[in-house]
T-cell receptor
């Protein structure tokens, strides 16, 4: 039982490049989330999904896109990377049973230069 | 929209001293969760509080949910160096159709031996 797995762990992008951050969970959780965390700051919700085929915007969705074709996978796409997207990205998942909280992946540290 | 503030932003204590972080929401919450993030790590779920005035303990950690369900606190008794990290509260707004947590700004704790 691996929990939430994120790849890659680190990435350096040049301005204007694109990339996909991968997230997979093996807990059969319906709900999945993408957050970004800037240095010394809290967590900002980018996108979330309540199940396969259903996604919605969080508070900072601009510059990002998501898809959810399966229960397990929730990739985050960055198009035309900008320095403002330099951050640590966390994927999380949760079950309908709120008592267990969110399970976070180990994060992807992205630098845009 | 809902805002969740935490104070203090940062606290540095000597090992053995107590520590408290406070969480305040602009709206009434249906529940509140607490997470710990070690330096360089990812947030890890600690506990959830649901009832007005609820108090829960985990060894040296005491969590409290306010009577009005708009504030919460985390108290650590006799801190240890292993308590170092950032503590986040996260609230679920009342009458929200989907469990989308709003994370607080976090309190960073440093413990000196």
């Amino acid at each position: 039982n691996a929990g939430v797995t994120q790849t890659p762990k680190f990435r350096i992008l040049k301005i204007g490049q694109s990339m996909t951050l991968q997230c997979a969970q093996d807990m059969n959780h319906n709900y999945m989330y993408w957050y970004r965390q800037d240095p010394g700051m809290g967590l900002k919700l980018i996108y979330y999904s309540v199940g396969a085929g259903i996604t919605d915007k969080g508070e900072v969705p601009n510059g990002y896109n998501v898809s959810r074709s399966t229960t397990e996978d929730f990739p985050l796409r960055l198009e035309l990377a900008a320095p403002s997207q330099t951050s640590v990205y966390f994927c999380a998942s949760s079950s309908p049973y709120r008592i267990y909280g969110y399970t976070f992946g180990s994060g992807t540290r992205l630098t845009v230069v | 929209g809902q805002q969740v503030m935490q104070i203090p932003q940062y606290q540095h204590v000597q090992e053995g001293e107590d520590f408290t972080t406070y969480c305040n929401s602009s709206t009434t919450l249906s529940n509140i969760q607490w997470y710990k993030q070690r330096p360089g790590g990812h947030p890890v779920f600690l506990i959830q509080l649901v009832k007005s005035g609820e108090v829960k303990k985990q060894k040296r950690l005491t969590f409290q949910f306010g009577e009005a369900k708009k504030n919460s606190s985390l108290h650590i008794t006799a801190t240890q160096t292993t308590d170092v990290g950032t503590y986040f509260c996260a609230g679920l707004e009342m009458n929200t159709g989907f469990q989308k947590l709003v994370f607080g700004t976090g309190t960073r704790l440093l413990v000196s031996p």
